[in-house]
């Protein structure tokens, strides 16, 4: 398994700002990836933070309002650039690879965002 | 391409009836499927999974789940519901290489005393 931390756990933002989401894991990992949850939603996957590239984006999501960084095997950013009501979700982050188990994913506590 | 349908959006039993959460799924690849619990103001907590072999799996918390490839389905049960057990389940299918999940809508189950 992993330990999986974020930071912050929860913010309040204004319209037009932007936040930046850290997610740091006990161990390396393989993969990492970011996932929203939207109030009373299921989970969607934002993108797959790469090591030393650039990450890899659903369909949907576009990297200059979710911009990431993932400069190590331990660590990843998510920042959601210029913020509106409609952001207000839950962030999360979550890793698999080997070692730590067989293709699960272990998630953080999540990020709540609210933006007035 | 995957998917996954979760029937009922809430599902209500009193306290030590049976709890039988549904998931069908859809893959072009044997799956890998999950279920993960999420109480409230929390992350996910991951119950059980199906990778291969057995194809009924036990998890924490006393639930279980039973792979079912003709009828694509991963049917979460436990034979008698706690209130703690009141929360979201999500179920989620991979077809592996450590590639991303693809979640259901997720069920709320209610508990009643």
């Known amino acids: 398994s992993a330990v999986i931390s974020q930071k912050p756990s929860r913010d309040i933002c204004q319209r037009g700002t932007s936040l930046t989401i850290q997610c740091q894991v006990d161990?390396?990992?393989?993969?990492m990836f970011w996932y929203r949850q939207q109030p009373g939603q299921s989970l969607t996957l934002i993108a797959t933070a790469n090591q030393g590239s650039e990450a890899t984006y659903e369909s949907g999501f576009v990297i200059d309002k979710f911009p990431i960084s993932r400069p190590n095997l331990t660590f990843s950013t998510l920042t959601v650039s210029n913020m509106s009501p409609e952001d207000s979700s839950i962030y999360l982050c979550s890793v698999t690879g080997w070692g730590i188990g067989d293709n699960e994913q272990f998630f953080g506590p999540g990020t709540r965002l609210t933006v007035l | 391409a995957q998917s996954v349908t979760q029937l009922g959006s809430h599902v209500s039993v009193s306290e030590g009836a049976l709890v039988l959460l549904r998931c069908n799924y859809s893959?072009?690849?044997?799956?890998?499927l999950f279920w993960y619990v999420q109480y409230p103001n929390q992350g996910l907590q991951l119950l059980l999974k199906y990778t291969t072999g057995a194809t009924l799996v036990k998890g924490i918390n006393g639930f279980e789940a039973e792979f079912k490839k003709s009828e694509t389905s991963f049917h979460l049960t436990k034979p008698s519901a706690h209130m703690s057990d009141a929360a979201e389940y999500f179920c989620?299918?991979?077809?592996?290489?450590?590639?991303?999940?693809?979640f259901g809508t997720g069920t709320r189950l209610l508990v009643s005393p």
């Open positions: 989620a299918v991979t077809p592996g290489g450590f590639q991303k999940l693809v």
């Open positions: 893959s072009s690849v044997p799956p890998y």
């Open positions: 161990s390396q990992v393989t993969m």
